[in-house]
């Protein structure tokens, strides 16, 4: 079957809690410079951040981001999982998310649209019609 999105779900842990929170991670060939990340709140709502896709394929090996979302390898001796640092007028949020699913999830994504080759896919006009029609 083909498809130009990806959809991958895991649980990551919130700010050290030991209860894991249900998360999915996006990814669709129509957008293909950008990944979203939504977190399964208790109320059953889903919030979510969409970023670069060159953000967090960097923070899987180093320190990326410098805006609203930060991802790094794990500080701690534990080199299986990154940390995603999320933060907004609303609050700050640090989740742990396993290095592989993020790996897999990413080598998916590059199966739809090669890395280097996003703007092969991006539809301009779409998005200036998207923009003028606000």
């Given at each position: 079957m083909d498809t130009d999105a990806i959809h991958q779900t895991?649980?990551?842990l919130l700010n050290e809690s030991t209860t894991p929170v249900l998360s999915r991670l996006s990814f669709h060939a129509g957008e293909p410079f950008a990944?979203?990340?939504a977190f399964r709140t208790e109320r059953g709502r889903w919030i979510e951040w969409t970023?670069?896709?060159e953000l967090l394929a960097t923070g899987l090996t180093e320190p990326s981001g410098i805006g609203d979302v930060r991802i790094r390898p794990d500080l701690s001796e534990d080199e299986e999982l990154l940390t995603m640092e999320i933060e907004s007028p609303d609050?700050?949020?640090s989740f742990e998310l396993e290095r592989e699913d993020i790996r897999t999830f990413l080598e998916s994504s590059y199966e739809l649209v090669?890395?280097?080759a996003?703007?092969?896919h991006f539809d301009v006009d779409r998005l200036i019609e998207?923009?003028?029609n606000v």
């Open positions: 895991q649980f990551v990944v979203t990340v970023f670069a896709r609050g700050y949020a090669p890395l280097g996003e703007s092969e998207e923009i003028s």
